[in-house]
Each structure stands twice: as structure tokens, then as C-alpha cells.
């Protein structure tokens, strides 16, 4: 079985986020970049399935520029067995993120996708249920498990309310959120091993991005707020200002 | 051209977020001249005229089992298709999330999703979303039409008015459903999810284990039915609360009326997915926390001695 995992580079998650000159992207300096855990998740599923059938391939497959490089280094170190960087830029517009991805899994043949349920940068949640349109597969969200049972993908995955469980046939994409398992670390071994696997690098069939950024901006700042006061006692006093002054309750 | 607002039910009324996404349907409907036409997917039509109060002029109604997102989304598509739409709303809830995009695919538009603020500038949609889990607002235009958007739960504020609705039944679309749902395991008894509650009450570390979470419980369920749990990163990575109740940059990202912090301290990427909350209220021993940064109101103490009292107050008024 061939598994495509879809990883984004995005700034790490505690990273100190500041607009840069221009107020229409970020500034990158100083901040480390990471995998996004979503994609990292997916990446875990995928090397599981690959380890409880006893064969198979992995391919970890990035849109970006050439520091995306880094992160798929990272999927190979992790043991992903190729790796595919898509070599152009990322935008808002999820669309075009996922026409680069299902051009070159078209070309790959996979049976299965996976992929984050978001990436936290953009955190638009759209770059999956967009591939599998394109590609005309079934689509799964939000799955917090994927195994494969007789040509279908089987999932829980997060309703209201609670868990389901639903499956579609193969090829299927599925977007991972986080499940029991903790993304492994790459062993030492595992990122010598890296250095001789086959990453290649393509231009990213992109098409037209579609969404124009006109101004980036910090949140607006909350006002002031106070210490009601210490312990029990002060409960009253916070019951009152949230009927009367906050008018919430 | 008209403003087309993807409504939902649930057990026969409309959902909070549907009434949002319609609400928000007629301002920008109101800009550019246009009506407000909702399409409701339901099992059983029930009270489908009702969304006219919120501003719909007209209901289409397609009927179908169980939700379903290939057929939902091919009939939202094709009814798309059919019209002449300057944009297209949903509810970026758990269904307008799984069904936006494969919309906006179908259609070959882009999507811009979590809209916090909408406004109509020169016959131009001019969408504000968050990035970064909203450490940073973007403020965006979609070069296509219709214009598809997901509005983040709980920022617009429903608006009731006399209007009445025209129903018009429209066909669902047949395509095969390839996803099949197995078993659903009810967790949390049908509550709302954290992602669209207006009132959320979250545990932290202070906390001291999962077993005080009780307290926590009895908070909520004085809060009412709008009400849902949540929790801060460290406790889901400890195992002590399940992943679907996270808040912050790598859980959910929450815009309620209220919130209510308790025993955290506040990392930035908890603080970054609740700041954009009405009201704030944390309650922590640590008076130097964070999290008292950004608070509307705290109060230095205890959970287990703070909490019982504001359940105790909380009900006295009701």
C-alpha cells in the first residue's frame, strides 16, 4: 500500500508572532519552524499502517519554498521513505495549495492520503476535503484513528456529541487530528538514514491564488481588566458585574 | 445578485450558528442590494419559515436522511450553480467545516474560512479572519464569485425580525455516498461542542487532577445548555481530558460570549485561541499568572473553594 502525507513548514506554535513591514505577512526572523503537529499526526498514522501490514511506502509530499526542504528532512528522519517538495508559495488560498498536491499525486498513484485536519498557521481547514474534490476521492475529517481493513479506510473521527465510526473504499483521504498516538522522534539511525533517501523537488502546479491579503494586523487589545478580589468571598461581587456590568449571565 | 446562507437544523430548530450565518447573510445582502436566500438539508422540513426572522426572504428546502457530506455537498453545489450569488455563507461549525470546502472545490473558488467581520467596501466582500490561532487578524478578498466564507461561531449576533419566509423545495442532488457511518459512540450526551458553545468553562493544571473536573461540571450544567468544557493543553497532554476539548492553537480556536479559565495560567497559545472571548473571568491561585493579563475579571483563590460558591451564586438568580 502507497500512503501520501501532506506536511506544511509553519512557525512554531509558541513562536512570538510579529507583522512585517509592508503589514501583509509575518516576520520569520527568529522564529523556528516546525512541522504542524496535525501533519506530524499524520505522518505517524500513515508509518503505523505501513508497520502493522509488514510493507508498503510512505511518501511525505510538502508545497513551499526551498526551506520546506527541512521539514520533509525531518518526515524522512521519521521514516517516511521519499519525499516530494512542491517548490513554490503557499497562500491563503487552499485551493491552490491543493491543486499542486493532487497533480503530483495523481502522478504517484497512492491509496490512501493523509494529511492534518488543519495547519496552524493558516487554520483554515480546507486544503483536505479540497484534494479529495479534485482528485475524486472519498474524503474523511477529523479523524482521530485510520486503519485498513479489505480495501477501505476505517476512522473514528470527532462529531457533536461524540465519536463515530465510518469507513470509505480506497483511494480515500483522510485529515488527521490528534489521536493516542504521540508523533515518534527520529533515532539517530533514522536520520542517517534521511540523508539517502530520495527527496525530489518539483515546481508546485499552483494555478492562480485568489485570495488577496490586504492588511495584516496584531488582535485589538482587550481592555484592562481587574482582580475582583481573593477567594469564596469575592464570588458575589463577580456574580453581580457578570449580570449587571458584562451582562452575560 | 443575491446572499446565499447554508442553514442547519438540529432535531427539527434552527441551530445558534445557523441563525448567525443568516443574520450575517442580510447585512451583506442589505450593502449590496440584494435578498438573503437560505438552503436548509434536513430530514424533516419542520418550521423552515422561521428563518425568515432572522432575515432569509427565501428557504430552499432539500430533504435527505442523515448527513451526508458527498450529497450535502453536491446539492449545495448545483443549487449554487443555479443561482446568481455574490456569496455564499456558511458556519465554520464541525458541518460547515467539512462541507465549505468541498463546495468551494466543486465550484473552483477559493474559500476563506473563520470570518470574524464582514463588510461590503466599493461592491467588494472584505472578510477579516484570524491567523495564527489569533495572534494576527487577516484582512482578505476573494477574487472569484460567489465568494464562499465560513463565519467563526458566536461573533454575529443573531437579529430577530418580522420577516417571513417563502419555502421552496428544491431536489436533493443523487450522487453515491462513499463515506458509511459504522457506529456512533455518544461521549459527551449531545452537548454542545467546545468550537460553538456561547459559554465555556476550562480546566488547567491547577486543577490538580482529573478527578476534581466534577467541579468544573457543576459549573457548567448551572450555565445551561449553552455551556461546554474545555481545557488547557498541559491536561489534554496529560491524558486527564480527550483532545476535543482543547483550546488553543493546536486544539480549538473559541469566541464565546464567556469564559471562564480555571487553574490556568495562560501560555500564549491557550491565550491566543479564547482572547477574542466577550467576557473573560479567571479564577487562579497564582496571582502573577498570565492569564490574569487578559482577564475581565479574576479572582485569586482556589478552584475548590471558589467553585462550589459560584455554582451556589449562579443558581440563586435563576
Known amino acids: 500500500m502507497k500512503i501520501a502525507v501532506c506536511i506544511k513548514r509553519v512557525p512554531d506554535t509558541e513562536a512570538r508572532i510579529r507583522i512585517a513591514a509592508g503589514g501583509k505577512s509575518i516576520d520569520p526572523a527568529g522564529i523556528k519552524f516546525i512541522i504542524s503537529p496535525y501533519d506530524e499526526f499524520a505522518l505517524e498514522t500513515a508509518l503505523r499502517l505501513k508497520e502493522a501490514q509488514g510493507s508498503g511506502e510512505v511518501v511525505a509530499i510538502s508545497v513551499g519554498e526551498s526551506t520546506s526542504g527541512e521539514q520533509l528532512r525531518s518526515a524522512l528522519a521519521m521514516g517516511a521513505d521519499s519525499a516530494v517538495l512542491l517548490k513554490g508559495q503557499t497562500s491563503l488560498d487552499g485551493l491552490a495549495t491543493a491543486r499542486a498536491l493532487a497533480a503530483e499525486i495523481r502522478e504517484q498513484n497512492v491509496d490512501l492520503v493523509l494529511l492534518g485536519m488543519k495547519a496552524v498557521d493558516d487554520d483554515q481547514q480546507q486544503v483536505g476535503p479540497m484534494l479529495a474534490e479534485l482528485l475524486d476521492m472519498p474524503c474523511i475529517t477529523v479523524a482521530s484513528s485510520a486503519t485498513v481493513e479489505n480495501g477501505s479506510v476505517v476512522c473514528e473521527r470527532e462529531v457533536e456529541g461524540g465519536i463515530e465510526v465510518v469507513e470509505a473504499p480506497l483511494p480515500a483521504v483522510v485529515t488527521i487530528t490528534k489521536g493516542e498516538y504521540e508523533p515518534r522522534y527520529p533515532s539517530l539511525k533514522g536520520i542517517m538514514a534521511a540523508k539517502k533517501k530520495p527527496l525530489a523537488e518539483k515546481d508546485a502546479q499552483l494555478g492562480s491564488h485568489r485570495i488577496e491579503v490586504r492588511q495584516l494586523a496584531p488582535p485589538p487589545d482587550r481592555p484592562p481588566g481587574r482582580i475582583v478580589g481573593e477567594g469564596a468571598d469575592a464570588v458575589p461581587e463577580l456574580v453581580r458585574l457578570l449580570r449587571e456590568e458584562a451582562k452575560v449571565l | ?318
Open chain 2, 1 to 318: 445578485m443575491n446572499v446565499l446562507a447554508i442553514a442547519e437544523q438540529k432535531d427539527g430548530s434552527l441551530r445558534r450558528i445557523s441563525s448567525e450565518v443568516v443574520t450575517a447573510a442580510r447585512s451583506v445582502a442589505d450593502a449590496i442590494g440584494g435578498s438573503v436566500h437560505a438552503l436548509l438539508i434536513t430530514p424533516a422540513v419542520g418550521d423552515a419559515a422561521s428563518v425568515g426572522r432572522f432575515g432569509a426572504d427565501v428557504v430552499h428546502v432539500a430533504t435527505a436522511p442523515a448527513y451526508d457530506a458527498d450529497v450535502y455537498a453536491a446539492t449545495i453545489a448545483d443549487h449554487v450553480r443555479s443561482g446568481d450569488y455574490f456569496a455564499v455563507l456558511f458556519g465554520a461549525g464541525g458541518q460547515g467545516r467539512d462541507l465549505a470546502p468541498r463546495v468551494a472545490a466543486k465550484l473552483d473558488v477559493p474559500l476563506a474560512t473563520d470570518a470574524t467581520s464582514l463588510e461590503v467596501d466599493g461592491g467588494e466582500l472584505v472578510i477579516t479572519r484570524p491567523v495564527y490561532a489569533g495572534r494576527a487578524f487577516a484582512t482578505v478578498v476573494l477574487d472569484a464569485k460567489p465568494r464562499i466564507v465560513s463565519i467563526r461561531p458566536n461573533t454575529f449576533r443573531p437579529q430577530e425580525s418580522e420577516r417571513t419566509a417563502t419555502v421552496e423545495n428544491i431536489a436533493t442532488s443523487s450522487v453515491p455516498s462513499r463515506v458509511k457511518v459504522r457506529e456512533t459512540k455518544a461521549a459527551s450526551g449531545g452537548r454542545v461542542d467546545v468550537g460553538e458553545a456561547s459559554i465555556v468553562v476550562s480546566g488547567g493544571r491547577g486543577l490538580k487532577g482529573p478527578e476534581h473536573w466534577h467541579l468544573l461540571e457543576a459549573l457548567r450544567d448551572a450555565l445551561g445548555p449553552a455551556a461546554a468544557l474545555g481545557a488547557s493543553r498541559a491536561v489534554v497532554d496529560a491524558g486527564w481530558r480527550p483532545h476535543a476539548e482543547q483550546v488553543g492553537q493546536t486544539g480549538k480556536t473559541v469566541s464565546p460570549q464567556l469564559y471562564f479559565a480555571v487553574g490556568i495560567s495562560g501560555a500564549m497559545q491557550h491565550l491566543a485561541g479564547m482572547r477574542s472571548a466577550r467576557t473573560i473571568v479567571a479564577i487562579n491561585r497564582d496571582p502573577d499568572a498570565p492569564i490574569f493579563k487578559i482577564a475581565d475579571y479574576g479572582i485569586v483563590g482556589d478552584a475548590h473553594e471558589v467553585l462550589p460558591k459560584l455554582v451556589e451564586e449562579i443558581r440563586k438568580g435563576h
